[in-house]
T-cell receptor, first 109, second 114 residues
Framework: GIQVEQSPPDLILQEGANSTLRCNFSDSVNNLQWFHQNPWGQLINLFYIPSGTKQNGRLSATTVATERYSLLYISSSQTTDSGVYFCAVSSGSARQLTFGSGTQLTVLP | GAGVSQTPSNKVTEKGKYVELRCDPISGHTALYWYRQSLGQGPEFLIYFQGTGAADDSGLPNDRFFAVRPEGSVSTLKIQRTERGDSAVYLC????????????FGEGSRLTVL
């Protein structure tokens, strides 16, 4: 099956800083989503982005499908951005998402 | 409903007991997925349904796990003879379409097997 690697595994920022999270995948994808898992465990949809660029407030994402990676940008980080960020993809005939191991983000006040 | 609803939110049981976890997907979503998440890891796929039928159950760990969706809406994940290793958060998701559809997750059911 498809392999998904996320980096960095852990990231500590001061409030107000910017950050870039990366997701590499091993095959062409028909679905790519970024999620934020909050401290209560809820997976919150950030972007559905199998290709192209999207922005939503302080967050934006870019997927370069031909080079098999996606980037999530967080600008002017806030303490409420803390949590785990997951990239998940599906490929070929598979319909389920395969998740990466996540990036644990901690934003300090 | 407005979002994916899962019950119970927490379940504590004893080793060897039978457990049922329920998922009510977003209204109009035909695809339904079950995932399991252990501490410190990403969610792992268990099974998904398109309508009433299980389209892919390749992620179920063994025959103690079974899931149904008899009317194409609500789904129940059933675990027989629970083991301590079954302790995890069980997540349900739904999507409007099966191919390339955006998945929306519920808040999960935390299962603890003593």
């Amino acid at each position: 099956g498809i392999q998904v690697e996320q980096s960095p595994p852990d990231l500590i920022l001061q409030e107000g800083a910017n950050s870039t999270l990366r997701c590499n995948f091993s095959d062409s994808v028909n679905n790519l989503q970024w999620f934020h898992q909050n401290p209560w465990g809820q997976l919150i949809n950030l972007f559905y982005i199998p290709s192209g660029t999207k922005q939503n407030g302080r967050l934006s994402a870019t997927t370069v499908a031909t080079e098999r990676y996606s980037l999530l940008y967080i600008s002017s980080s806030q303490t409420t951005d803390s949590g785990v960020y997951f990239c998940a993809v599906s490929s070929g005939s598979a319909r389920q998402l395969t998740f990466g191991s996540g990036t644990q983000l901690t934003v300090l006040p | 409903g407005a979002g994916v609803s899962q019950t119970p939110s927490n379940k504590v049981t004893e080793k060897g007991k039978y457990v049922e976890l329920r998922c009510d997907p977003i209204s109009g979503h035909t695809a339904l997925y079950w995932y399991r998440q252990s501490l410190g890891q990403g969610p792992e796929f268990l099974i998904y349904f398109q309508g009433t039928g299980a389209a892919d159950d390749s992620g179920l760990p063994n025959d103690r796990f079974f899931a149904v969706r008899p009317e194409g809406s609500v789904s129940t994940l059933k675990i027989q003879r629970t083991e301590r290793g079954d302790s995890a958060v069980y997540l349900c998701a739904s999507s409007r379409t099966l191919v390339g559809g955006e998945l929306f997750f519920g808040e999960g059911s935390r299962l603890t097997v003593l």
